[in-house]
Nanobody
Framework: QVQLVESGGRLVQAGGSLRLSCAAS????????MGWFRQAPGKDREFVAQ????????YYADSVKGRATISRDNAKNTVYLQMNSLKPEDTAVYYC???????????WGQGTQVTVSS
């Protein structure tokens, strides 16, 4: 099992920045990709960004491309999501997730609230 704990969510004004962190523990050797998802009130959970745990290749949703940067520190088993130029539509609960070969996105954190005020 992999345990994930997010932090860094807060209230921020539009145009501001923040960095989310996700600390992984447990069977981290089984992780192939780490990702961030978000869920706004009344909406489905959506993909935000992902990073390969080994090679570090990244992929972003169009909605955050150019404003978000996902990175990782393998020594700390931690993944980060830097978000800049935040918009009110970025308001959501942000979840960290771990993808494993054969089982997909099967480990999730508890989520951290990001609220962007206009």
């Amino acid at each position: 099992q992999v345990q994930l704990v997010e932090s860094g969510g807060r209230l921020v004004q539009a145009g501001g920045s923040l960095r989310l962190s996700c600390a992984a523990s447990g069977r981290t050797f089984s992780i192939s990709v780490m990702g961030w998802f978000r869920q706004a009130p009344g909406k489905d959970r959506e993909f935000v960004a992902q990073i390969g745990w080994g090679a570090g290749s990244t992929y972003y949703a169009d909605s955050v491309k150019g404003r978000a940067t996902i990175s990782r520190d393998n020594a700390k088993n931690t993944v980060y999501l830097q978000m800049n130029s935040l918009k009110p539509e970025d308001t959501a609960v942000y979840y960290c997730a771990a993808h494993k070969a054969g089982t997909g996105w099967d480990s999730w954190g508890q989520g951290t609230q990001v609220t962007v005020s206009s």
